[in-house]
């Protein structure tokens, strides 16, 4: 079957109706009776019930009845019905900030725009799921004494992290523009290359690079398997020179659906507002933002991502009453156990009904 695909929210062809050109009627498939409309699962806003334990759900059988096309060769029309699933990765902490792994779909509470989810297709902890990851260095003239630093933690961590014919990854220098040193490959040799050879000089257009980024390297993945999307950016997170704003480049990275992890290279004993930047940045997305005290703990910034990324869950689901409108939708996931953090995107973008 065809799949119809949305940055976002992957609508999924759910049924086929094949009707004759000609025919005075359609021939219509049985439809399993949902699970708020059963009463298994309360969809009241507001209330975070553990989540239910994945129903696979057997295919409806074929009509017998319905009329066939006497010709085999005569046009057929294919109506789609439209069924959205929301993929999610998160990672889970304790108290103390350490990686909380073997816990079951029970653990967890979800709120998809104040709402129960109608049915949750999958729930797995997902450490090998394939990676597509940006690597994003600011080559601003704010950074040029840390910029050695930084390009030697980067180089460390994809040789650390990629996996032969699994995963895949770029590297896009920027300053007042972006300079796209190697798009995505699985080659550490040329992602080192690309990464020694960008140099830094002149503004900061940060929001420009984040927003491109998202809308041209990782809107435009595709694949038939659940993957996992990061963007690493290592910056001051200032800004001087960009024509979108910082709401637009958070809202472009939801979109994309694009975890984003931040270093930042301010080694200074108090946060400035680049670093607050980097923060609501990395919040929003799912991702964290890493606070050095030496330049030299860049590295370590990149080790603590590695280490995450092997520790992340995959849940997958049907969103209640999601309408085809663009408009925004809260995510709210929680353990059950209160002790624990879950750090997920804070949500994501509907799709637009087909014009």
């Known amino acids: 079957m065809a799949v119809l695909r949305n940055p976002v929210v992957r609508a999924l062809a759910a049924c086929s109706v094949a009707v004759s050109l000609g025919l005075a009627q359609q021939a219509s498939a049985p439809v399993a009776p949902s699970a708020a409309s059963t009463g298994t699962q309360q969809n009241q806003p507001g209330a975070v019930a553990p989540l239910a334990p994945t129903a696979a759900g ?3 059988p074929a009509d017998a009845s319905a009329p066939q096309a006497a010709d085999s060769d005569a046009s057929t029309l294919t ?53 597509r990851i940006g690597i994003l260095l600011d080559t601003s003239n704010s950074i040029r004494s840390r910029f050695q630093f930084e390009q030697q933690a980067a180089t460390e961590f994809l040789l650390q992290v990629l996996r032969p014919k699994q995963d895949a990854a770029f590297v896009l220098g920027f300053d007042v523009r972006q300079d796209l040193a190697q798009d995505y490959t699985n080659s550490i040799d040329k992602l080192s290359s690309a990464i020694e050879k960008l140099r ?25 398997e659940t993957i996992r999307k990061a963007i690493i950016i290592v910056s001051d997170g200032d800004d001087n020179y960009s024509r979108v704003y910082e709401q637009d480049a958070i809202k472009e990275c939801q979109r994309a659906e694009t975890i984003v992890y931040t270093i930042s290279t301010n080694i200074s004993p108090s946060k400035d507002k680049g670093d607050e930047v980097l923060t609501r940045l990395s919040e929003a ?64 973008f509907s799709p637009r009904a087909p014009q």
């Open 58 to 60: 057997p295919q409806a």
């Open 79 to 131: 109506i789609r019905a439209f069924v959205p699933e929301v993929p999610l990765v998160f990672t889970v902490t304790d108290g103390k900030g350490r990686f909380v792994t073997g816990l079951k779909q029970s653990d967890f509470g979800l709120l998809d725009d104040g709402r129960n989810p109608d049915r949750i297709i999958s729930f797995t902890q997902q450490a090998n799921l394939p990676l």
């Open 200 to 224: 830094p000089g002149g503004g900061t257009a940060f929001y420009d690079a984040v927003y491109t980024t998202c809308r041209d390297q990782m809107m435009t993945v595709r694949s038939n």
């Open 285 to 348: 997305t799912g991702g964290r933002a890493f606070f050095p005290t030496k330049i030299e703990d860049v590295a370590r910034g990149f080790q603590a991502i590695q280490e995450e990324l092997r520790s992340q869950y995959s849940l997958r689901y049907r969103p209640a009453g999601l309408k085809q409108d663009g408009s925004f939708r809260t995510i709210r996931l929680v353990a059950t156990d209160q002790r624990l953090h879950v750090r997920a995107r804070k949500g994501y």
